[in-house]
């Protein structure tokens, strides 16, 4: 409801039971995040905000609609605090149909992978599609893209000009994932960002994994409220210490929580209220097999956290930390009504979901029918880029035959790259990748019609033996990213993802295996999830078929962009050494044969 003056005559008249309540939900057990209390308490609701909590007898009228909770407890809508929904490659309204019924009725989101592909025209019609879900959007509008160092290629450039303009948008809730490279080479447009944001009145949330010490302080006197990233507990604990609100992250592919939450645990039990969760990442395989952000809440609870610090983890707390406590976070009169309905705080399971006062999902489903929009041009998913040929993906050098010593991309988890120094046989002026030695070659092809790029590089830790994968989603820029072991394999791999518009394909002796089609943007798709996560697992399949064994091989692949994960990374422009933040030669030397 807008707070204007005639809606905020309404509210207060609701809330002194002068109005009665549209919908009230008698017979729970009210789990009250501020005083920490769990009672037995009503809630009122005037169209979509709670207006009374307690006894409400006086708040029914002839027309109120009634949910029995006898039993359940009821609890604030969760708040994922980072995520990046594109990465599960469920549209905006897919995402929504299946996360809202596990409990999640909030998230804070940059809508980044969005705006890389389709810029501010695009990011406006997801705010559109928003407003017709039930999940709530809190957006941050991205310090700047391209994200990456040196800069990549994506279709739209964020910078201190468009800060100026969309930090004033109603949707604008603060500066998104600010990384601790940009403030510590006092980029330009970042500092911009945050100027803007000290105008605004608006938070700066962080990202500075492993930043201690000088770095931190340095960091933190740009003004940065939270962060998301942590290695390690003592990692949290230090960034706490001096000042910061932290989210601890259990996403698909980086399970953090067990080893973070030991700062609350073990070190101080007190830092508990200032610590919040995110998930970051998600596929649609694991929403549907364990939950969203109610299985971090349960995961909490299984390490030791005591039901109601997990529950405010989940709820005010994060809703402190990004300043939307006046909207959402806790069952109190004036907040918007988000209310799950749960069978106990210590199992945590989600048996109902009241969003803006409507009750939308009842046993893991909507109670409704929600349909995608119609998508527009604008976010259509043309991968505007020439078709590509094995020479494209085939290392030249300038001896015919011999040796290459190279530096191959060793992933070591999702979130770390290291060296690895490996000798490559040359043949015909062209290196061979060489399964034995897990090293295979990885490219990423701009694929936004603007340059034409394309990089060449080696990485291990794959273990494909033959065959290529490739994907168009590919945080943060969605470029199209290619890997594999034969460069034939690989040029059909990207040629099918530019002829059927985007996705992601694994191709073996010159033929397709598995695509999945992701239309939205080229990263997204309007399947139900359920779709989405029987593609994701023939995907895996066909990858663990090429002799693969990473949990998520196609997730891994595409983080290899991202130039803030250490210490390596490729983008369209060539690989890049994360530390120094430059490109590289991933020729170390070349020896003749003589």
């Known amino acids: 409801m807008k707070k204007n003056k005639e809606n905020l005559k309404k509210l207060i008249r609701a809330g002194r039971s002068i109005i009665p309540a549209d919908t009230v939900v008698l017979h729970g057990n009210l789990v009250n995040v501020m005083s920490s209390e769990i009672y037995q308490g009503d809630v009122a609701i005037y169209e979509d905000t709670i207006v009374a909590i307690g006894d409400v007898a006086d708040y029914i009228g002839p027309n109120t609609q009634t949910i029995d909770a006898t039993g359940k407890y009821l609890v604030p809508g969760l708040i994922d605090g980072h995520i990046h929904s594109e990465c599960s490659k ?3 309204t897919s995402f929504a149909k299946a996360v809202v019924p596990c409990g999640t009725t909030s998230i804070i989101s940059g809508l980044d992978e969005y705006i890389s592909v389709s810029g501010l025209e695009g990011l406006k019609e997801v705010f559109q599609e928003v407003k017709k879900s039930p999940l709530k959007v809190f957006w941050g509008a991205p310090y700047k893209t391209p994200y990456t160092f040196p800069q990549s290629t994506v279709s739209f450039n964020f910078n201190e000009e468009v800060h100026s303009v969309v930090q004033q948008w109603p949707e604008c809730f603060g500066v998104w994932e600010t990384v601790r490279e940009s403030v510590q080479v006092e980029d330009e447009d970042t500092l911009g960002a945050i100027e803007q944001a000290n105008k605004n009145r608006l938070p700066i949330f962080g990202c500075a994994p492993m930043a201690r010490g000088k770095e931190l302080n340095g960091y933190l006197c740009a003004g940065i409220r939270l962060d998301h990233e942590s290695y390690d507990h003592e990692e949290v604990v230090e960034k706490m210490r001096n000042g910061m609100h932290m989210l601890i992250r259990e996403s698909s592919v980086t399970h953090f929580l067990k080893e973070n939450i030991r700062a609350v645990t073990e070190v101080n039990p007190a830092l508990a209220r200032r610590v919040s969760f995110c998930t970051d990442d998600v596929t649609a395989t694991d929403i549907l097999e364990k939950g969203h952000l109610d299985n971090v809440v349960r995961l909490a609870i299984a390490e030791g956290v005591e039901p109601m610090t997990a529950i405010q983890m989940a709820t005010i707390n994060s809703a402190e930390a990004y300043r939307i406590d006046h909207l959402v976070g806790s069952i109190t009169p004036g907040k918007i009504a988000d209310i799950l309905l749960v069978d106990s705080p ?71 790259r290291k060296r690895k120094d490996a000798t490559l046989q040359v043949k015909d002026f062209v290196v061979l990748p060489d399964t034995q030695k897990d090293v295979l070659m990885v490219s990423v092809l701009e694929r936004f019609g603007r340059n034409g790029n394309k990089s060449l590089a080696f990485c291990s830790g794959w273990n494909l033996k033959k065959g290529a994968m490739a994907s168009s989603a590919a945080p943060d820029d969605n470029n199209i990213i290619v890997m594999g072991a034969d460069a034939s394999d690989m040029s059909i791999a990207v040629n099918h993802l530019i002829e059927n518009g985007g996705g992601q394909v694994v191709v073996a002796d010159g033929k397709i295996v598995e695509f999945l089609s992701l239309p939205v943007g080229g990263i997204a798709s309007d399947l139900d999830a359920a779709e989405i996560a029987y593609r994701e697992k023939l995907l895996t399949k066909a990858a663990n078929q090429l002799g693969c064994n990473l949990p998520e091989p196609l997730m891994y692949m595409f983080f290899l962009p991202i130039t803030a994960i250490p210490d390596y990374a490729i983008t369209d422009v060539g690989p890049v050494d994360c530390i120094a933040l430059t490109t590289f030669d991933p020729i170390i030397e070349l020896i003749e044969d003589k």
């Open 346 to 416: 210590k199992t945590f399971r989600v048996d109902g979901v009241i969003t803006n006062g409507r009750l939308v999902a009842q046993n893991g489903k909507l109670t409704y029918n929600l349909e995608a929009p119609a998508r527009s041009s604008v976010l259509s998913s043309a991968l505007k880029c020439a078709k590509t040929t094995k020479e494209d993906f085939e290392y030249k050098v300038d001896i015919k035959n011999g040796q290459a010593k190279v530096l191959s991309m060793d992933v070591k988890g999702p979130f770390v």
């Open 90 to 92: 469920l549209s905006m």
